[in-house]
């Protein structure tokens, strides 16, 4: 699938959806946003108080109905290219919480989080937006729309998030657009997440983006001859 056909898809996705949807850099706009959106806790690497976002290196996706945000999730970049994850995530991860992580059982595959990498997470809901079927679908909808913007905005390596097992037993990572799932890197003695801190990281590499936008063209086809 080519990129022309590719953002055919996109705002078919937009139109499914049902919402307006925007991109927003504007730190202030959004503190604001999710204000409305009531979210008491948000990822360190999402947060715009700890971190210098600029619309190089970030952007929120908004999806609003009547000019109220309903839909939101956050996206930023990463070089870490000649990086090791490890450390740079042990780094963070310390600098944010106040203590030191312990590395986790599994084993992380070293290849998986490398190279020019995206965080697209935080996804906020209102109305139970994301309960049911229809919900589901429309969530498929809004973080498509995100992996192809990530995409074009950023062309990183892979987009990933972090995700915690009972929300890997429920499919959540394919609904968000996320192909694979592998164990994260850390373990906690005392874990410092306020809903639990996650088990698993889930990613989408840069050569599964096309197979990603041809399950939403499916989709989109399938809502458009039921509608």
């Known amino acids: 699938m080519k990129y022309w056909e590719m953002s055919q898809v996109a705002h078919q996705c937009e139109r499914e959806l049902g919402l307006t949807v925007r991109q927003v850099t504007d730190p202030s706009e959004v503190r604001r946003i999710l204000g409305v959106m009531d979210k008491g806790f948000l990822s360190p690497v999402l947060d715009p108080d700890k971190n210098d976002f600029t619309p190089a290196n970030s952007f929120w996706l908004v999806g609003e109905r009547d000019g109220e945000p309903v839909l939101a999730g956050g996206v930023r970049v990463d070089d870490l290219r000649s990086v090791d994850v490890r450390s740079y995530w042990e780094r963070m991860l310390t600098r944010t919480f106040g203590q030191k992580p ?28 994301g309960l049911g079927r229809s919900g589901r679908d429309k969530l498929r909808l809004f973080t498509g729309i995100g992996h192809y913007l990530t995409q074009a905005e950023f062309s990183p390596d892979v987009t990933y998030c972090f995700v915690r097992d009972q929300d890997v037993m429920r499919g959540t990572p394919s609904v968000y657009g996320f192909l694979e799932v592998c164990p ?22 840069k050569a599964q983006f096309p197979q990603l936008l041809e399950s939403l063209r499916r989709l989109t086809a399938e809502l458009a001859r039921n509608s």
């Open 102 to 129: 312990l590395p986790g059982q599994a084993g992380f595959p070293d290849d998986v989080i490398s190279g020019k990498v995206a965080y697209f997470g935080d996804l906020l809901s209102r109305n139970n937006m």
């Open 184 to 205: 994260f890197l850390y373990e906690w003695e005392n874990d410092p997440y306020p809903s639990g801190y996650p088990e698993w990281i889930a990613c989408t590499r």
